[in-house]
């Protein structure tokens, strides 16, 4: 969690970063996670049937 919270702003900040490529990590895998999170809810919809009435 480290990587993806903190490494982003102390990279904008200008501070010095063990592992600055980790600031560079945080919005490659935020699209992954958008990309996923999409699939799921395209195929959550795609399967879905009514609760009722």
């Given at each position: 969690m480290l990587c993806f919270d903190v490494y982003p702003?102390?990279?904008l900040l200008g501070k010095?970063?063990?592992h600055p490529e980790y600031a560079?990590?945080?919005p490659l895998?935020?699209?992954i996670?958008?990309?996923a999170?999409?699939?799921l809810w395209?195929?959550?919809l795609k399967h879905y049937n009514s609760a009722g009435a």
């Open positions: 702003y102390c990279f010095n970063l063990v560079y990590l945080s895998v935020a699209l996670a958008a990309a999170a999409y699939l395209r195929t959550g």
